[in-house]
Each structure stands twice: as structure tokens, then as C-alpha cells.
């Protein structure tokens, strides 16, 4: 499985010194290429297993890396109108930040030791940062960077802290050895979890730490905003899946402020999208919404909490990432991205409204989507933790639809708009990008193996 | 020959009947000075020219490029920076508390109570719910 990364790395090189006609036709080729290593890690336990020298992959992490490997050939595939007019020293390295990201991606992922995973997690923020301050359209990005870099680093120096009082108490940090029954119960041992995760927490986002995340969502351009809606959100998610095999037990004692802030969270995201005028913002502030469910399924610290919360993330990060991609698809084409102002597309582009239809719905976890089986199991788990979740999960789930449908239909029907004058087709780069995200996530309905 | 109903009346189709401002029902305002009457016939007729170039511009077939409303512009502009220009106020207070604060700390209340009865019942050996079928 190094050799995994080691492909990375190589790719990152190759995209350095080939010629100016082979920078893209490297990178694309080579990063569906690497989806090939890829296979050997199919491994369905759900404990950890198969550790080699520093890697591991189980069930948890391969869903993940499978998608994180996934989406950089169609972050290449989806920058490639906007990134033609660059200097070619600008496109090499460009390129080489998706696929360091990625490799830090995988990395991260497949780490069978929690100080590695935090590097690669550390390590994913700078080619983001990259991304989003060079590469963005408004200079709003540069405060989108610097809330993206700083909520992230604070709130990831008390899990670094954490991490090494763990390794200086229990000896190692390998995800393969058992650490029930280490600690004492001292209410000091709540610190430690928060302390744990709530890097996690920042990077899910929960509720009321979610400030950096439309920001950059928003500014970020359409590579940056794939892998950030795409995969980034779900290193929190991972993580935190991560440290629950110590902290599980804390987390079913005493999560109730964070559950609390998650459930309301769902509400308030819900109700902040009906009301949002930017078409990546609403994206944006769902992925809130959503992610507040997945904190909801770990923090329950049952079984059925990690898997609704394992195949909501892998739903999420394909419906999401697409969503973005037709977004940045008339945002080339008109210069904007205004709900208003962008009208009766369904009328301009009608097999790309296809897109956004299919989307839209897998967005509200219509079933069968495979969203409606992670968000029931998550809410399931939830009920179980303690029955008065199911007031606001319900609200969340309804507004989730309404704030769906809005947008679907506030971009797609209705009068269109005269003043776009210059909208040329929907070229096959486009078709092939939304058919790559809607491909796998209709394949994954019919494979039950994800989640039972 | 002039009918004569023609007389001091346009045509029949418009929604004054063809009189002018002045004997139009719909347009005496008790309260408003002709000079001020004046004053919004001339804003209208600016809008109306404004409103003539956009509609040009919107119809005209040889157009290439997109060319944005700058109304929709300033509106946009409004939605999307008002975090910027927020102002602590009473009102910003009671919205930020009531719908931030309160609702958290009164779940985080609730999940609390919940789960000691719970502990408490499981210690017990009380289920959960008598009639669940999710008691795992």
C-alpha cells in the first residue's frame, strides 16, 4: 500500500518536468491509473486488519480513499476551461496541488498510526490554502483562506497535544491495539476527548464552529471546492471514527452538547439555505446540515451510528462534489452565481438539468439513494441514543427537502434570463464529469455490502 | 367630423378611460401638491428610459456577451455582505440568543435528563421503551 502514495508523489514529479503539451494528459491519465492500486485494498471488516508497515485500510477507510482517488481525475477534468489561460508554471503547480492533496488524502486515510494520520490531516491544509487564495475568483478569498487555515489549525493544536499524552501514557498509537480500560474515570478525561475531537469537529464542521466552511466553499474554485465538499469534510468524520475505539466510551457518556449543537445545527442549515441568494453558498451551508448528521451517527457510539454516518459521508462527498461541478458549469458560461439570477436552465441545457435533477433529489435522500439509507441509519442510531432527537432530526430532514427542491427549481424552471448572451453547449468534458459522479453514486444503491 | 366623445378622451382601452391626471379618479390624491405630482411624473419618465435601454439591450439579436443588471447587482451585494455590517443592537441580541443559545442549551438540558433516566433505568434493568424493538 505504499506504493499507493509512492504513486502519488511520482505523479506530483511527473506533472513537474513533463512538457507544456503533457502536463494535464499526465496528470488525468496518471490519476486514473492510480485508481488500479486501489483494488488490492478491497477489505470489508469492519475492525482494522490488513496493517502493513504503516497502512491500513478497513472498511471505514476504504470507502473513503476509494472516493478521495475518484474524485482528482474529475477535480482535473472540471478545471480544466478556467485553468487554460494560466502560465504553464501556474498549471504545473496547480496540478501538482490537487494530486499532493490527494496523496496526503490517501495518506491520511489508509494511516494505521493516529500521528501519521494527523500529518497527512495537517499536511492536506496547505495545497487547499493554495487553492483557494490563488485560484479563487473574488478577493473575498483571501479572508476564506485565512478562516480555513486558522479554524482548522486551532482547532487541530489540542488533538496534537492529546495525542501525545496519549502516546506518552498507553506507549504507542496504533489504531490496532485495544485501549479500553487505560484511563481512570477523573472528569479530566472530558477534556481529553474534546481535546480529541474537536479538530474533527471543526473540520465536519459542527454547527457552531461552521464559519470557515461557506467561505471557503464559496471562494474556493471548482477543484478546491470538489475536494473540499468532497473529501475534506470527511477526514472529521474519519477522524473521529478514529479515535472513537479509545474514546467511545466518553463519547457515549457525555456528548450531549455536541449532539445538541449538531441537531440544532441540521435546523438552523435547513433555514439558512431557504433564504440564501448564491447558488455554491446553498451547497455550501447543506453540507452543514449534513455533516451535523454524520457527527450525530459517531457521537452515538453504536454500530449503527458508524455505518449511517460512513455511507452518508460517501453519499454526501459524490452529491455534493457533482453539485458543485454543475454550479461551476454556468458560472463559466454567465459570470454568476445568483439563484435569481440564473433562471429556466432546464430550457438552456436540458440534459444537464438531468444532473441537477438527479442530484438534487439524491441531495434530499430520496430513496433509493444511497443519502436516505445513511441519514435513516444515522437517524435510527440517534432515536435509540435518546428519543427527543426526533423532533429536530424530522425538521431537519423536511427542510432539507424543501431547501432541495428550492434549489432545483429556482435554477432550473421558471422565465430564463435575457441577458446571457454568449452560453455555448454543454461540452462532453461536462457530461463526462457529471456522469462520473452520478455513475458511482447509483452503483453504490444496489451494493448493500456498504452498510450491512 | 370629431366624434364628439373623442373630445378630451383618448382611446376607451386604457385603464383611466382616456382622461388625463387630472380627471383621472384613480390618480386625484387628496394629500399630494401638483408640484409633487410634478416632481414623481418626471422620476417615472427616467425609470421608463432606463427601463427602454434594458429591454433594448435584453431584445437586441446581434448582442454578444452577457451584461449584468446593476440593480441586481446592488441587491446582491446587500444579501451577501450583511455579516459585514452587522450591528450589536437589542433586537440582534434577542434574535442571537433566542434562536442560538437558547435552543442549544435547552437540548443540551434535555439530552442530559434523558440520558441519566436512562442510565439510571438500565442500572434498574428497565428498558429503554416496553415496546421497542430497537432495544440492542
Redesign the interface.
Known amino acids: 500500500m505504499n506504493h499507493l502514495v509512492l504513486g502519488y508523489v511520482g505523479l506530483v514529479i511527473g506533472v513537474i518536468v513533463t512538457k507544456k503539451s503533457m502536463v494535464w494528459r499526465v496528470g488525468q491519465v496518471g490519476s486514473v491509473l492510480l485508481m488500479l492500486p486501489a483494488t488490492v485494498l478491497v477489505n470489508m471488516n469492519m475492525t482494522i486488519s490488513n496493517v502493513s508497515y504503516m497502512m491500513t485500510s478497513d472498511f471505514v477507510s476504504l470507502g473513503l480513499t476509494v472516493l478521495s482517488i475518484w474524485l482528482l481525475p474529475l477535480m482535473l477534468l472540471a478545471s480544466q476551461q478556467h485553468m487554460v489561460s494560466e502560465s504553464l508554471i501556474y498549471q504545473r503547480v496547480f496540478v501538482g496541488c490537487q494530486v499532493f492533496l490527494t496523496g496526503a488524502l490517501v495518506l491520511a486515510f489508509m494511516a494505521s498510526d493516529l500521528l501519521l494520520f494527523y500529518i497527512a490531516f495537517e499536511s492536506t491544509l496547505l495545497p487547499t490554502l493554495m487553492l483557494i487564495t490563488r485560484w479563487g475568483a473574488q478577493k473575498e478569498r483571501y479572508q476564506a483562506g485565512t478562516y480555513f487555515m486558522f479554524f482548522t489549525l486551532v482547532g487541530s493544536l489540542p488533538l496534537l497535544i492529546c495525542l501525545i499524552g496519549q502516546y506518552q501514557m498507553v506507549g504507542s498509537l496504533a489504531l490496532d491495539l485495544s485501549y479500553e480500560g487505560v484511563f481512570q474515570l477523573s472528569y479530566l478525561v472530558n477534556f481529553w476527548w474534546v481535546g480529541c475531537i474537536l479538530a474533527f469537529l471543526v473540520k465536519l464542521p459542527l454547527y457552531?464552529v461552521h464559519l470557515w466552511l461557506p467561505k471557503a466553499h464559496v471562494e474556493a474554485p471548482i477543484a478546491g471546492s470538489m475536494v473540499l465538499a468532497g473529501v475534506l469534510l470527511k477526514l472529521g468524520g474519519y477522524g473521529m471514527m478514529r479515535v472513537s475505539l479509545m474514546w467511545g466510551a466518553t463519547a457515549m457518556l457525555s456528548s450531549?452538547?455536541f449532539?445538541?449543537?449538531a441537531?440544532?445545527g441540521i435546523v438552523?442549515m435547513g433555514g439558512i439555505c431557504l433564504r440564501q441568494?448564491?447558488l455554491k453558498?446553498l451547497i455550501a451551508y447543506s453540507s452543514v446540515g449534513h455533516m451535523a448528521l454524520v457527527v450525530g451517527g459517531v457521537l452515538t457510539g453504536v454500530a449503527w451510528g458508524y455505518n449511517g454516518a460512513m455511507v452518508l459521508m460517501i453519499a454526501h462527498g459524490l452529491v455534493s462534489s457533482c453539485l458543485f461541478c454543475l454550479a461551476n458549469l454556468w458560472y463559466e458560461r454567465?459570470?454568476?452565481r445568483?439563484l435569481?439570477?440564473s433562471r429556466g436552465l432546464i430550457m438552456i441545457f436540458p440534459l444537464i438539468s438531468l444532473g441537477w435533477f438527479l442530484m438534487s433529489l439524491m441531495n434530499m435522500a430520496l430513496p433509493p439513494a444511497i443519502n436516505l439509507f445513511g441519514e435513516l441509519v444515522a437517524m435510527?442510531a440517534l432515536?435509540?441514543?435518546?428519543?427527543?432527537?426526533i423532533v429536530?432530526m424530522s425538521l431537519g430532514a423536511v427542510l432539507t427537502a424543501a431547501y432541495s427542491l428550492y434549489l432545483f427549481g429556482m435554477s432550473q424552471w421558471g422565465n430564463t434570463m435575457?441577458?446571457?448572451?454568449?452560453l455555448y453547449t454543454i461540452t462532453s468534458r461536462e457530461y463526462l464529469l457529471t456522469t462520473l459522479h452520478l455513475v458511482p453514486a447509483i452503483y453504490l444503491i444496489f451494493y448493500l455490502g456498504l452498510m450491512f | 367630423m370629431i366624434p364628439r366623445a373623442s373630445l378630451g378622451s383618448g382611446s376607451k382601452m386604457a385603464a383611466s378611460g382616456g382622461k388625463g391626471p387630472a380627471m383621472d379618479p384613480w390618480r386625484i390624491f387628496p394629500d399630494v401638491t401638483p408640484d409633487q405630482m410634478r416632481a414623481e411624473a418626471e422620476r417615472q419618465a427616467i425609470k421608463g428610459k432606463l427601463r427602454t435601454a434594458m429591454q433594448a439591450k435584453l431584445r437586441d439579436p446581434y448582442a454578444v456577451g452577457n451584461f449584468e443588471d446593476p440593480a441586481l447587482t446592488r441587491w446582491y451585494y446587500v444579501r451577501n455582505h450583511q455579516f459585514d455590517n452587522f450591528k450589536q443592537t437589542p433586537k440582534t441580541s434577542f434574535l442571537g440568543i433566542t434562536f442560538g443559545v437558547v435552543p442549544v442549551v435547552f437540548l443540551t438540558w434535555l439530552f442530559l435528563k434523558d440520558r441519566r433516566k436512562m442510565k439510571q433505568d438500565w442500572l434498574k434493568g428497565i428498558g429503554r421503551n416496553k415496546a421497542s424493538i430497537i432495544n440492542f
Open positions: 457552531g450531549e452538547v449532539l445538541a449543537l441537531l440544532w438552523v441568494t448564491d453558498s454567465s459570470s454568476t445568483n435569481s439570477g435510527v432515536y435509540n441514543w435518546s428519543p427527543y432527537s429536530y435575457k441577458n446571457y448572451k454568449n
